[in-house]
């Protein structure tokens, strides 16, 4: 019964792991607002400091769906040409989780006149648990199943990013999960681990100006996903930017999802942001609708 009970477990860590290494990145769409939530290399480029909070709930038809939730802030050190930053996210996906807390740095180099390059990196932790009490069990008070019932592994983690500004251009490259170290659980009766895929994001966007005296301007944004193991990945979207007053933009995620983006200016140092996504896959009528939400504070800016 025993030797049972071990094989059992096992299946059950593995059908975990699956889930996790499925979404071993959150997925955000206000990265159009905060590119920083996927390359470091953007921490500082403002000359203010900012911090912005993000909170994400997708498959609204499927219990147990993802939710996520981030704070990021990030400023410049003008003396230096350096910019620093932080990013903690939570991500809860059914019986599994991870929270990630990163320190962020960057670095400009002037290569000529209105060409500037800028070298990111992101340190830290990120730890991942099971919660098996939230399992659905024929009998939740097995022993077995309260002796083992939450799982945790931490693992040291980073990102590395290089952003590429000319005028309106933005040309984007980061590297999550840029060690791809092993998480393991340790602890368990059957030793269970699974690697962190290095993930490769290419950005692209150009910006447009309309009217530069109404600060009105819009920018197509590409973002391509490449992970080894998981099919290639694009993002299209399109922003129209009204300075004073928000933004409005539309976008397409390959394969799964359209999507509409909706901000506002509430004074001139707050600004919040709605994304709400469609899911156009064969699936789509079982995982509803995606809903992501996103607040931002500028420091240091008068109203």
Known sequence: MSKMKNILYTIAICICITNVSAQQLPLYSQYTQIPLLYNPAYAGIDTMINASLV?????????GAPVTSAVVIDGPVRVKNLGIGGLIYNDVTDITSQIGAYSIY??????????HLF?????????NRIDLTKAVVNDANDPFITSNSFQRTTTFDGNFGVNYIWKGLHAGLSVPHLFGNKMQYV???ASSYYRLSRHYMLSLKYTF?????????????VMLRYAKGAPFQFDVNAIFDWEKYGWLGVSYRHGYAVG??????????IKAGYTYDIAINRISKYIGGAHELFIGYTFGRKN
Do not use: A, C
Not at 106 to 115: D, F, N
Not at 119 to 127: A, D, E, N, T
Not at 261 to 269: A, D, Q, S, T, V
């Open 260 to 269: 509409v983006n909706l901000g506002i200016h509430l004074k001139n140092n």
């Open 55 to 63: 909170h994400r709930s997708q498959w609204k038809g499927i219990p």
């Open 106 to 115: 960057s670095y400009k180099v002037k290569l000529k006149e209105e060409h």
């Open 119 to 127: 070298f990111g990196l992101s340190l830290g932790v990120l730890s």
């Open 209 to 221: 100006d309309i009217n530069k005296e109404k600060g009105m301007k819009i920018y197509p944004l």
């Open 187 to 189: 602890n368990t009766q």
